[in-house]
DNA sequence: GCAGATAATGACTTAGAAGTCATTTACTGC
DNA sequence: GCAGTAAATGACTTCTAAGTCATTATCTGC
């Protein structure tokens, strides 16, 4: 952090930092528009969870507009890559490594920020066709692939069943998906053991393709 | 839609229907709450959907949040009871049973308005815990205590596995679900098929829950 | 320690949409 | 047909939040 020569560590109340202020107020923006939405979301409330004030936050976005696709596209973050050329040096069987993958997408979801910007995207894709579509072709369509990766490596082993389920693998990740909305809808007047539910889900899954 | 015929002796610009405006105010509500959200929706233009201007409204609503919460309670129909009722009689397997349900859930959701519903419940359900606490107690757990039925069903009568899966019967649904999202999000960009897509949450419900 | 340069401020303007209400007009019973 | 009524209107007020900008305070290099 600054640091400045008086008694208390940070007194003075108009520190410049050109450097930090766009990550800030970014994280701010997207914490309010995850749970106002873009319409309802308040610039001055932004500002204020930024410890700045409005006009600040025009110094580094055009319009309320721009800090919203900002703040989204920072958050998308394709980290899938490095999976799929690991998936041919697996060593184990196919229902091992979607016991590894699967646990560590639950994580994804909602240890990190995703599930909050999912909400978002279903919130407000429909007005902003050009974030999902963005979201859609750098996080979801490389998601699929990694899928697709895998249950094809199950059944050209055969430890998996060919058929429906195996040539439409999205269905495999479904429960997930699922889990996700529950916790941003229901889970306040029901709430769902992501642990247990997690289980359900592979027994469900593995189960599923296995080859019988 | 409930449009005025241009044609016929309608001519008359303040046609008086006390009756009919409600219903016809909260259908155009419903859309444009359901494209747009709730703080982005103008009642101008749900009037003008309806025929009426914007006055019209507050005849019959007090606000646009109570039109908003009569809008989504006139949508929620508990369909489910006699379903339940109806399942001791059901004559044939467990599976068949399941083929015949989970085909009426993806007519339901994708047929009527319902994926629209979910939209607004996913979206604005953070600020309207009324609505949604409606919902999950009118629609949701319904449809889930249908589920366990279901699946305990199949349980007693030796056609299912018992086990993680059958403990937590939500995960046999999540695919519908998932399906309901990929609609309202990225089908514009890649649209997914629903009777494949069913074929193959079928495919990987029955094979998952089947006993070996 | 001084003089630019510019980040940050907060008071301001503006636009737009919620909500109000006096007036107009269609319908009703007589 | 007429008079009373209330449904519907549209012009109005009010309020809120986006966006602007002249001023102020902090930082930098000298």
Same mark, same amino acid.
Not at 35 to 61: C, M, P, Q
């Given at each position: 952090?600054?640091?400045?020569?008086?008694?208390?560590?940070?007194?003075? +109340?108009?520190?410049?930092?050109? /450097?930090?202020?766009?990550? /800030?107020?970014?994280?701010?923006?997207? %914490?309010?528009?995850?749970?106002?939405?873009?319409? &309802?979301?308040? #610039?001055?409330?932004?500002?204020?969870?930024?410890?700045?004030?409005?006009?600040?936050?025009?110094?580094?976005?055009?319009? +309320?507009?721009?800090?919203?696709?900002?703040?989204?596209?920072?958050?998308? %973050?394709?980290?899938?890559?490095?999976?799929?050329?690991? #998936?041919?040096?697996?060593?184990?069987?196919?229902?091992?490594?979607?016991?590894? $993958?699967?646990?560590?997408?639950?994580?994804?979801?909602?240890?990190?920020?995703? @599930?909050?910007?999912? !909400?978002?995207?279903?919130?407000?894709?429909?007005?902003?066709?050009?974030?999902?579509?963005?979201? @859609?072709?750098?996080?979801?369509? !490389?998601?699929?692939?990694? *899928?697709?990766?895998?249950? !094809?490596?199950?059944?050209? !082993?055969?430890?998996?069943?060919?058929? &429906?389920?195996?040539?439409?693998?999205?269905?495999?990740?479904?429960?997930?998906?699922?889990? %996700? $909305?529950?916790?941003?809808?229901?889970?306040?007047? /029901?709430?769902?053991?992501?642990?247990?539910?997690?289980?359900? @889900?592979?027994? #469900?899954? *593995?189960?599923?393709?296995?080859?019988?």
């Amino acid at each position: 952090m600054g640091k400045e020569s008086s008694l208390a560590p940070d007194t003075a +109340k108009r520190r410049r930092r050109k /450097e930090a202020r766009p990550a /800030e107020i970014i994280a701010a923006g997207l %914490a309010e528009f995850a749970d106002r939405g873009f319409a &309802a979301t308040k #610039l001055e409330d932004v500002a204020a969870r930024a410890g700045v004030v409005k006009g600040t936050i025009y110094r580094y976005f055009d319009s +309320k507009e721009a800090l919203f696709e900002a703040a989204l596209k920072a958050q998308i %973050a394709p980290v899938f890559d490095e999976v799929l050329g690991s #998936l041919d040096r697996f060593p184990g069987s196919t229902a091992d490594l979607l016991r590894l $993958v699967v646990p560590t997408i639950y994580r994804e979801l909602f240890g990190s920020g995703i @599930h909050v910007l999912m !909400r978002i995207i279903i919130a407000e894709g429909g007005r902003f066709p050009a974030i999902a579509e963005f979201y @859609h072709r750098e996080s979801i369509s !490389r998601g699929k692939a990694i *899928l697709e990766a895998i249950v !094809r490596r199950g059944v050209e !082993r055969g430890e998996f069943r060919s058929g &429906a389920a195996a040539d439409l693998p999205m269905v495999v990740i479904a429960p997930a998906v699922m889990a %996700a $909305v529950w916790k941003m809808t229901f889970d306040r007047f /029901e709430p769902i053991a992501i642990e247990r539910f997690m289980e359900a @889900h592979l027994d #469900l899954v *593995l189960n599923g393709l296995a080859a019988r």
